[in-house]
């Protein structure tokens, strides 16, 4: 199971971005997709999780101005970014809770975005 993230880019303070996270490969479900950051010197931390049934959760940072989803179709999970702050530049990585069998779910990880927001 591959996930590529993509969507990354240089903003300003204040702008839009959209991440997209997409799992290919053998794969029998997705049970969560989720979205870390890590600036430089920080640690990874949770960003945005949805599970299978929708529901989702935010880190405090975020909430109000970023929001996930995703396509169960395409094994997508998105993340939508506004009113972007400078501290919100980072790495950011896609991660996901796939099952691979109807018994057996595994976390993957996948490359990093980078998040550049400019004031």
């Known amino acids: 199971v591959q996930l590529q993230a993509s969507g990354g880019g240089l903003v300003q303070a204040g702008g839009s971005l959209r991440l997209s996270c997409a799992a290919s490969?053998?794969?029998?479900?997705?049970?969560?997709m989720s979205w870390y950051r890590q600036a430089p010197g920080m640690q990874r931390e949770l960003v945005a999780k949805?599970?299978?049934?929708?529901?989702?959760g935010y880190a405090d940072s975020v909430n109000g101005r970023f929001t996930i989803s995703r396509d169960n179709v395409k094994n997508t999970a998105y993340l939508q970014m506004n009113s972007l702050k400078p501290e919100d530049a980072a790495v950011y990585y896609c991660?996901?809770?796939?099952?691979?069998?109807?018994?057996?779910?595994?976390?993957?990880w996948g490359q990093g975005t980078q998040v550049t927001v400019s004031s």
């Open positions: 490969g053998s794969i029998f479900s997705i049970n969560y």
């Open positions: 949805i599970t299978s049934d929708g529901s989702t």
């Open positions: 991660n996901a809770g796939v099952l691979v069998s109807r018994n057996y779910e595994y976390n993957f």
